[in-house]
Structures are given as structure tokens and as C-alpha cells.
């Protein structure tokens, strides 16, 4: 029997991703004065909606990828790290996060409570 299934591991794809996003977007901060610095992204949600949109989409081939950020204006040693643009990605991947999290523990509560019989 599978208690994870598909929503499952869904969700743990979700939850990890959030957790790369944070760890490219706290480099990014971490980057903000290196000259010649380009800002990053991760990308995950925007390729598993494409994955929802194909033919046959099989959820578990999406990868999640960074993305180097070439299009913004940079400051004059040539690095386009923007902080309020990072601290406004930082609270948003933080809401997702904390989502996710909330998802899976109410999916995870109703699991043990089938288990144990509560309902």
C-alpha cells in the first residue's frame, strides 16, 4: 500500500523546492556587493504547470532549474541584485513554504486518523 501516493510526493517536490528557491535567493543576498554578479531564480511551479498542459504530463520528470537573470538593469559594477526584489521573493517563497507545510500536515493528520480509526 502506498500512504505517500502521487498528492504525496507532489507535495515533497513542492516542499523542496521552496527550500531550493530559498537557498538561491539567500545567495543572492549573500552576493548583493560581488562585482559582475547575476541574480538567480528557481524555477519549479511554472515548469509543472507546462507538465500539467502536455499530452500524457508525468509530474515526476519535472526538474526543478536555476535560472541566472540576465535581463535586469545592473549597477555600475555590472551586478543586478535588487534587495527589495529579494526580501519580496524571500516572503513569498516563506508564504509557499508555509503552505505546503500546512497541506501536508492536515493530508499527513488525516492519514493517522484513517490508521487509528478516529473517522
Do not use: C
Not at 38 to 54: A, D, H, P, T, W
Amino acid at each position: 500500500m502506498d500512504l505517500v501516493g502521487t498528492q504525496g510526493r507532489l507535495l515533497m517536490r513542492l516542499l523542496s523546492a521552496a527550500s531550493e528557491r530559498s537557498k538561491v535567493l539567500s545567495g543572492n543576498i549573500a552576493n548583493q556587493n560581488v562585482p559582475g554578479f547575476k541574480r538567480q531564480s528557481y524555477e519549479f511551479e511554472s515548469l509543472l504547470v507546462r507538465e500539467m498542459g502536455s499530452t500524457n504530463p508525468n509530474f515526476a520528470e519535472v526538474q526543478g532549474q536555476k535560472v541566472t537573470d540576465t535581463e535586469s538593469e545592473a549597477d555600475a559594477n555590472g551586478n543586478n541584485v535588487n534587495m527589495e526584489q529579494e526580501r519580496n521573493a524571500m516572503r513569498a517563497n516563506l508564504l509557499r513554504f508555509e503552505m505546503y507545510a500546512a497541506i501536508s500536515k492536515g493530508r499527513n493528520q488525516l492519514i493517522e486518523a484513517a490508521i487509528n480509526g478516529d473517522r
